[in-house]
């Protein structure tokens, strides 16, 4: 048992395993999926279900992408070392925190560029002759 530690909520570590700032963007990441993406799941699945093919984006989803990137919850997955300028400096277990928050819906990690990391991992895997 860690002495001293203060539990902000069970999606965050407590500052002996990260810092204020880390802790702070996790709890704005959770607050965005409490505050925008949870009441935005119903409108979200009725319009994919009412668009002309499965693969028709929905109008929500241009508007969900909108407020992440003004808080700072954008490309959270960049490591501080090769990106100090666009990485907002999570560690893994912050980074980890934050995706698993995310996670709990399939479509939210679009609305904060976090599917990025899957296009990243596809490219490198074609360019090194990986099929899966």
């Known amino acids: 048992m860690l002495a001293n530690h203060v539990i902000l909520s069970e999606d965050v570590p407590p500052l002996e395993l990260t810092s204020r700032y880390r802790q702070d963007i996790i709890l704005k990441v959770r ?6 993406r949870v009441p935005a799941e119903p409108v979200f699945e009725a319009q994919v279900e009412a668009g002309k093919d499965r693969w028709h984006e929905s109008p929500l989803m241009n ?33 980890a925190c934050c995706a698993e928050i995310i996670g709990r819906t399939f479509w939210a990690a679009q609305t904060m560029n976090g599917s990025f990391l899957d296009n990243m991992l596809a490219m490198s895997r074609r360019r090194s002759g990986l099929s899966h």
């Open 31 to 36: 607050n965005w999926e409490e505050t925008d």
């Open 63 to 95: 508007d969900l992408r909108e407020k992440p990137p003004a808080a700072g919850l954008w490309n959270m997955f960049l490591p501080v070392t090769q990106f100090p300028k666009k990485s907002p400096g999570l560690t893994n277990l912050g980074y």
